[in-house]
Nanobody
């Protein structure tokens, strides 16, 4: 498994932007597909975005498509989530996850970070 630590969350006004970072430890980072998921208060955790281990394939939840961008920098073991035009419904704890296969399914990912809070005020 790989250890993951998220950062970059915070409070932002609607329409604003944030960039989340995920630092991964482990020399085999480049073998993992990476994803961001989120959990809002009182709701189940949901898929946000994923990127393949090679970085050449990405997929997004419909609710964030066109506003969020996932990227990775393998040389530094980093994954990012650029979030633009944030809305109050984006408020959630955002989790970084790693898995052996690129998927929109949560069960594809077996390493998880502790999460970072994103709060969007109206």
């Amino acid at each position: 498994q790989v250890q993951l630590v998220e950062s970059g969350g915070g409070l932002v006004q609607a329409g604003g932007s944030l960039r989340l970072s995920c630092a991964a430890s482990g020399r085999t980072f480049s073998r993992y597909a990476m994803a961001w998921l989120r959990q809002a208060p009182g709701k189940e955790r949901e898929f946000v975005a994923a990127i393949s281990s090679s970085g050449d394939m990405t997929t997004y939840a419909d609710s964030v498509k066109g506003r969020f961008t996932i990227s990775m920098y393998n040389a530094a073991n980093m994954v990012y989530l650029q979030m633009n035009r944030l809305q109050p419904e984006d408020t959630a704890v955002y989790y970084c996850a790693a898995g052996s296969s690129w998927s929109r399914r949560q069960r594809a990912y077996d390493s998880w970070g502790q999460g970072t809070q994103v709060t969007v005020s109206s």
